[in-house]
């Protein structure tokens, strides 16, 4: 730290506030990024997370899709994101037979064959096609507006097909799903983007599980999501690197205790391990959960109001990829997202039981291997046979895991190996490595240990639930800060982060989104 006032201090040093830091500094404002933990980049980190193995896991946030290329090209971020050579593998066992439903990037005709031997005819494929086509209008509408100051709801509506519309936007997803395919299975592996970070039925009225759909299928316009070369950390350290060449100033083990607002600045107080430090700015950008900005400003920390987490993350590192009953190449069945009880009877059988207070009785996830498509994560590991894989679960709240949260996580673990297991010719206990102590190589993360590890409020994923990316009718756009969807309560603090509005997931967007209300205001 270089100085006590600067023109912006940017709380918390996860990759939205790289971007926001990227930015302002390289239009030439003075920028302080204060970040809690000893290292940079929040959620989106690599991690050697078992001792004497050289793996780097991307240990939180794994793929990315809403980061605009457009976003990457103005930071000059050098950033490799490579397709998957399957987009999803559903393994199902249907009248004692085991198969599984491929689709392929890009789809082809093992995918239309896969959907007839599962549902006997070309229907259900051809109402997905039909659906992921229309989707992609909404896609494309949505997508060019994430960088710019937010559009009207109207607006986007104009530009979208009235039923498409009606059936993402405004009526449950739950009916639309059932409208439009007859197949559990099918309807399942479109149902789970609508729940990856968000727990509800998908007959919510809340439409918090339309939201979480929308944001999954429309980054860059086409809703893929690519394996970032290297892991997330690779992301970090290049937002780092650009943020700190343009001149931010990054100080990591600088927790942040208060943020005092007044009429034409801040004051930030912080804590460097020994002492505590106060400076100055004409803007503070909030890169932490909205939930813990309020307690920064002094506020009443309201147990009501906190988001609540809900799901499972188990990293692995395997000796060899277990094969499947169904006989499928390991190696295109792990290489995208590999479904597992998602159908769509599952995931609201484990929601209602989840929602009861009880660990689902069978455990809807997805499991993905990111070495089969970046092996470079491998280190010394590649090519001997070995993987990493990472499993993603639904429908596990931290309310769960509050009594006894040992016991219940063993049983989560249990409950989501166990959903793998089912479809596999060996266990997949028997194929994983173990580390230098002789431990397994599995680690799992529940909401609480999120919270406690990045200060994520309950775990949550995306800082509390995603809203739409647009302005509804009577939102008040007066300032910059309003118009690109990153206003407080103050007029001197605004949200940078993963809480912005359009701010969720590995996106950058929060972050461009305060820099460019920055900008104009000072
Ligand atoms: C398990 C998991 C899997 C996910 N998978 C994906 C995925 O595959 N793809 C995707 O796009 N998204 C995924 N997400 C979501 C995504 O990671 C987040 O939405 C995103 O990383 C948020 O970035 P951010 O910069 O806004 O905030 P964060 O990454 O949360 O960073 C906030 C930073 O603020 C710091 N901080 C908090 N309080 C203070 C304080 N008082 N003082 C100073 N610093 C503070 C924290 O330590 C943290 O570094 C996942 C998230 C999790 C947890």
């Given at each position: 730290m270089t100085r006590n006032d600067y023109d912006v201090v940017v709380v918390g040093g996860g990759h939205n506030a790289l971007v926001s830091a990227a930015?302002?500094?390289?239009?030439?404002?003075?920028?302080?990024?204060?970040?809690?933990?000893?290292?940079?980049?929040g959620a989106a980190v690599s991690t050697q997370a078992f001792a004497g193995q050289p793996a780097r896991?991307?240990?939180?946030?794994?793929?990315?899709?809403?980061?605009?290329?457009?976003?990457?090209?103005?930071?000059?971020?050098?950033?490799?994101?490579?397709?998957?050579?399957?987009?999803?593998?559903?393994?199902?066992?249907r009248?004692?037979?085991?198969?599984?439903?491929?689709?392929?990037?890009?789809?082809?005709?093992?995918?239309?064959?896969?959907?007839?031997?599962?549902?006997?005819?070309?229907?259900?494929?051809?109402?997905?096609?039909?659906?992921?086509?229309e989707v992609g209008t909404l896609a494309e509408a949505v997508a060019p507006t994430l960088l710019e100051p937010l559009p009207t709801e109207r607006d986007v509506a104009a530009g979208v097909d009235p039923a498409l519309w009606r059936d993402v936007v405004t009526e449950p997803l739950g009916a639309a799903l059932r409208r439009r395919f007859r197949d559990e299975t099918v309807r399942g592996v479109v149902a789970t983007d609508a729940l990856i970070g968000t727990f509800a039925s998908l007959d919510d009225p809340s439409l918090v599980q339309n939201r979480c759909f929308l944001y999954h299928?429309?980054?860059?316009?086409?809703?893929?999501?690519?394996?970032?070369?290297?892991?997330?950390?690779?992301?970090?350290?290049?937002?780092?690197?650009?943020?700190?060449?343009?001149g931010a100033e990054l100080v990591t083990d600088a927790g942040v205790s208060a943020i005092r607002p007044g009429p034409d600045g801040a004051e930030v107080r912080w804590h460097d391990g020994?002492?505590?430090?106060?400076?100055?700015?004409?803007?503070?950008?909030?890169?932490?959960?909205?939930?813990?900005?309020?307690i920064l400003l002094g506020e009443e920390a309201e147990p009501g109001t906190k988001p609540s987490g809900a799901q499972l993350k188990i990293n692995m590192l395997?000796?060899?990829?277990?094969?499947?009953?169904?006989?499928?190449d390991?190696?295109?069945?792990?290489?995208?997202?590999?479904?597992?009880?998602?159908?769509?009877?599952?995931?609201?059988?484990?929601?209602?039981?989840?929602?009861?207070?009880?660990?689902?009785?069978?455990?809807?996830?997805?499991?993905?291997?990111?070495?089969?498509?970046?092996?470079?994560?491998?280190g010394d590991l590649a090519g001997t046979g070995a993987h990493t894989l990472t499993y993603f679960g639904l429908h596990t709240p931290d309310t769960l895991f509050a009594e006894d949260p040992e016991a219940a996580r063993t049983l989560a673990v249990e409950r989501a190996l166990a959903s793998l297991d089912e479809h596999l010719e060996e266990p997949l206990r028997s194929c994983?490595?173990?580390?230098?102590?002789?431990?397994?190589?599995?680690?799992?993360?529940?909401?609480?240990?999120?919270?406690?590890?990045?200060?994520?409020?309950?775990?949550?994923?995306?800082?509390?639930?995603?809203?739409?990316?647009?302005?509804?009718?009577?939102?008040?756009?007066?300032?910059?800060?309003?118009?690109?969807?990153?206003?407080?309560?103050?007029?001197?603090?605004?949200?940078?982060?993963?809480?912005?509005?359009?701010?969720?997931?590995?996106?950058?967007?929060?972050?461009?989104?305060?820099?460019?209300?920055?900008?104009?205001?000072?």
């Open positions: 930015y302002l500094a390289r239009a030439g404002l003075s920028v302080l990024v204060l970040e809690r933990l000893g290292r940079l980049g896991l991307s240990r939180y946030s794994y793929l990315v899709s809403l980061m605009p290329d457009a976003l990457m090209a103005d930071l000059d971020l050098d950033v490799r994101l490579v397709s998957r050579r399957t987009a999803s593998y559903t393994p199902y066992l009248d004692g037979r085991h198969g599984g439903l491929l689709v392929e990037r890009p789809e082809g005709e093992a995918t239309r064959a896969s959907f007839r031997e599962l549902t006997g005819s070309d229907d259900e494929h051809d109402a997905w096609r039909a659906f992921y086509a299928l429309v980054g860059n316009g086409t809703g893929e999501w690519r394996v970032p070369v290297g892991g997330m950390g690779a992301v970090t350290d290049a937002l780092a690197r650009t943020a700190a060449s343009a020994t002492r505590e430090r106060g400076v100055t700015c004409r803007r503070v950008l909030s890169g932490v959960a909205p939930w813990v900005l309020r395997l000796e060899r990829l277990p094969r499947l009953r169904s006989g499928v390991p190696e295109v069945a792990f290489a995208g997202t590999l479904h597992l009880a998602q159908r769509f009877d599952q995931l609201e059988a484990a929601y209602a039981q989840a929602a009861a207070g009880g660990m689902p009785d069978v455990l809807p996830g997805e499991v993905y291997c990111h070495s089969l498509t970046d092996p470079s994560i491998l994983l490595m173990t580390d230098a102590d002789g431990r397994p190589c599995l680690e799992a993360k529940v909401p609480q240990d999120v919270e406690a590890d990045l200060a994520m409020p309950g775990g949550h994923i995306f800082h509390g639930h995603l809203e739409w990316p647009w302005s509804p009718g009577r939102a008040r756009l007066e300032t910059p800060a309003q118009r690109w969807g990153v206003a407080t309560d103050s007029d001197v603090v605004l949200l940078c982060g993963s809480g912005a509005r359009r701010g969720g997931a590995v996106s950058g967007i929060g972050g461009h989104n305060a820099a460019q209300a920055v900008l104009e205001e000072l």
